[in-house]
């Protein structure tokens, strides 16, 4: 099964998170299908791309929870830094990308549309950082994405509580660029690449060039605070109460 599904409409690239069934989480075949599509020119072929999720329930529920089991404090950072790297190379890219958010956007989910230039959300959506609940923190952005999208307090908020933001509240907190019904999130973004393919290109570059700037050592403070969780007593409770479906002990 292909994990990761590329259309081209027009000059829009279209692509969709294909693993209905994990509720589209992140697994190493989706990261390096990824970082193949965002490694290559797009700018060659394509004036903008549309990140979205297989299925009406999941953008995607984050980074694939089956594959933290047994890591070592080395392996998880370097999943987590290898992880950034491709959310950098989304954010990196100089034509505008946009994701289209149905359902959850939990988690590695959630970093990953964050990573995105903009985010438009169906009403049903839900954002959220739920690494807490597993006794983890984000490995992949949310530290300082989260915090510069929504601010520092509402942020902590968030982090903290493992708390939900419906589309709405992500809306009014600056997250998402627009709410739109249930099922019509890709055509909205088409709409908003639609206006931008028809301004100049290279002008275009130069703002997401300018305004995507290097501001990485939160990044890698991150990851290596995140390599640190997961070897905990807690994030293994954390981790085995999630596959056991049971609440953890903490
Ligand atoms: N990973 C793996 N499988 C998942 C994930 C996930 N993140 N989320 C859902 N699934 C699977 C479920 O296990 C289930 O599979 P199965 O049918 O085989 O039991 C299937 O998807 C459907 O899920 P549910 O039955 O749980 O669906 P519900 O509608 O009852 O609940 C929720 C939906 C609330 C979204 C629930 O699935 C959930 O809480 N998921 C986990 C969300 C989460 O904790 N996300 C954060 C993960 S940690 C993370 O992203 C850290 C990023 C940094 C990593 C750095 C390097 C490794």
Do not use: W
Request: net charge neutral; glycine share 8%.
């Amino acid at each position: 099964m292909d994990v990761l599904l590329k259309e081209q409409q027009d000059e829009l690239l279209i692509l969709t998170i294909n693993r209905p069934q994990a509720l589209n989480a992140l697994n190493k075949e989706v990261f390096a299908a990824l970082k193949a599509v965002f490694s290559e020119d797009l700018s060659a072929s394509y004036r903008g791309i549309i990140l979205s999720g297989a299925g009406n329930k999941a953008f995607a529920a984050g980074a694939d929870i089956k594959e933290f089991i047994g890591l070592s404090k080395a392996d998880a950072q370097r999943l987590s830094a290898s992880g950034q790297e491709v959310f950098f190379l989304i954010e990196a890219s100089t034509i505008p990308v946009i994701a289209a958010v149905q359902g959850f956007a939990l988690g590695g989910g959630c970093e990953l549309a964050m990573a995105c230039h903009m985010i438009v959300a169906e009403e049903q959506a839900l954002f959220g950082q739920p690494e807490v609940n597993l006794g983890l923190i984000p490995g992949y952005g949310a530290t300082q994405r989260l915090v510069e999208r929504i601010g520092k307090s509402k942020a902590i908020q968030y982090l903290l509580t493992a708390d939900m933001i419906s589309a709405q509240k992500a809306y009014a907190y600056g997250l998402v660029n627009q709410v739109v019904p249930q099922g019509q999130s890709v055509d909205a973004a088409k709409k908003i690449l639609t206006k931008i393919k028809t301004k100049g290109p290279q002008a275009v570059a130069k703002i997401l060039s300018i305004v995507y700037g290097d501001t990485k050592d939160g990044y890698k403070k991150e990851s290596e605070l995140f390599a640190q969780a997961m070897i905990s007593d807690e994030a293994n409770e954390g981790v085995q109460a999630f596959l056991e479906k049971r609440k953890p002990n903490f």
